[in-house]
């Protein structure tokens, strides 16, 4: 586990933003699954302001580690976002987007994205392997669509389950754990004071912190990198500085 602190969000994405841009460089396809959430959003915006023509968007491909089950023109929509703020200001081709279905209803979206990881991805005892996971966290501990709450689909056997967020009943399709934990790299980004504390439980797995998903992530492949503010990293021992 590598912790990268930054001073704020803005150079948290500007510093995730070089570093995904040195991976794509490689010219080989490069399969990312993405992550909605607020520091993404910023990072997109790096990525189109100062990427866009700095990479060979045509060799990646983009997924989602979660999509809430709303149609792509909603509000709520993930791939709404990134829409928004990434693909509608840099040559990707349409074909290389493979979002989730969130009109259909959620079981459907959810078999089909699966479906769709299983033959679009290389796998890994049998399980699909993305290149990265973008993940953030949630106040509660969540990443991805898994809930504190219905932490046993983090092993569900379906590589895509649906979820429903604990306030708001939203349903949502995700990735579970076998699929994150498959990745050659996760990339965590979690910004913000209000992170703090489970960014201390989570990254030190202190007592109690196994009822948090998010502790659970621990890709075989050992790579998993946090991007944190010093908001986010302010109750880790030792602070970093
Ligand atoms: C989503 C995200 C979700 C998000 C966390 C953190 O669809 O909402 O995938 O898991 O990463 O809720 O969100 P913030 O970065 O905005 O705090």
Redesign the pocket.
Known sequence: MELKVYSDKHEVAEQFSAYLVDKLGTGKTFHVAL???????IVFDVLAENFSDKVDWSKVHFY?????CVPPTDDES?YKMTVGHLFSKIEVPKENIHRVLGEKDPETGAMRYANLLEINLDRVEDVPQFDLVI?????DG????IFPHQIDLWNAEDHCVVATHPESGQK?V?INGKVINSAKEVAF????A??AEKVKAVVEKTEGSEVYPATLVDPKSGNLVWFLDKDAAADLNPSPS
């Not at 992550?35 to 959003?41: A, F, M, V």
């Not at 993940?135 to 106040?139: C, R």
């Not at 969540?142 to 669509?145: E, G, L």
């Not at 980004?189 to 913000?192: D, I, Q, R, S, W």
């Open positions: 992550s909605g959430g607020s520091t993404p959003k989602w580690g979660d999509e809430r993930n993940l953030g966290m949630g106040d969540h990443t991805a669509s949502r995700s980004l979690v910004t913000g209000s992170k």
